[in-house]
């Protein structure tokens, strides 16, 4: 049973591009979780998704980050217009149920020039 | 908000002594408490704990949990190099975001 997938493990973007970080989660799990790890700091907690829908975001910043869990396919968060305080590792996770352990990707480490 | 406060933030120890990581929080509706193992990729899963006084041990591991006094502890014995990573605690708040709140982490390092 693979693991919690993340591609690209590293990404490299220029100011004011786009990134698209992908996620396919544990195989039977339908709960993706995204957090984001910066230098010094802990995990901190974006979004939780189901298969097509959105459960909360309420960790994800107002602008610029959007995140989807379509029917078919990984999970992608995009982060438009991207900034150097974007630079940081992107961890997804899934459960089996909509609660207790998660499992984490690999994670993406997103620099921004 | 709720808060995940982890001690000490570093440790450095020799191969073979114990050590006891500490996690305190504060959480609105408390659901679990969760351990996780990172070297340098994805934090690794060690334990789920819900309820006082049951430790939950895996081999020279264990943790414990005091839901009167809000904190709980990860034991290592008889330490090995493999054992260096971050130490990670998160709670999961059972009435709100379905997000765990984590720690800053502790990062142990074993020298041989």
């Known amino acids: 049973n693979a693991g919690v997938m993340q591609n690209p493990r590293h990404l490299v973007r220029r100011r004011g591009q786009e990134a698209r970080l992908r996620c396919s989660p544990m195989?039977?799990?339908?709960?993706v979780y995204w957090y984001r790890q910066l230098p010094e700091e802990g995990l901190k907690f974006m979004v939780y998704?189901?298969?097509?829908?959105?459960?909360?975001e309420s960790g994800m910043p107002k602008e610029r980050f959007s995140a989807e869990f379509p029917k078919e396919g990984p999970s992608i968060l995009r982060i438009q217009q991207v900034v150097r305080g974007d630079s940081a590792a992107y961890f997804c996770?899934?459960?089996?149920?909509?609660?207790?352990?998660?499992?984490f990707g690999p994670g993406t480490r997103l620099t921004v020039t | 908000e709720d808060k995940v406060v982890q001690s000490p933030l570093s440790l450095v120890v020799h191969e073979g002594d114990t050590v006891t990581l500490n996690c305190s929080y504060e959480?609105?509706?408390?659901?679990?408490l969760l351990w996780y193992k990172q070297e340098k990729k994805a934090p690794t899963f060690l334990f789920m704990l819900?309820?006082?006084?049951i430790e939950k041990k895996s081999g020279r591991l264990s943790s414990i949990l005091d839901k009167k006094e809000l904190f709980s502890i990860l034991n290592i014995t008889a330490t090995q190099t493999g054992d260096s990573a971050i130490y990670l605690c998160?709670?999961?708040?059972?009435?709100?975001?379905?997000?765990?709140?984590f720690g800053k982490g502790t990062h142990l390092i074993i020298q041989p």
């Open positions: 996770a899934s459960s089996p149920q909509g609660q207790g352990e998660q499992y």
């Open positions: 959480v609105t509706n408390f659901r679990s």
């Open positions: 819900t309820s006082s006084g």
């Open positions: 998160a709670v999961e708040n059972g009435g709100g975001a379905d997000g765990l709140t």
């Open positions: 998704l189901q298969k097509e829908n959105i459960i909360d």
């Open positions: 195989k039977g799990h339908s709960h």
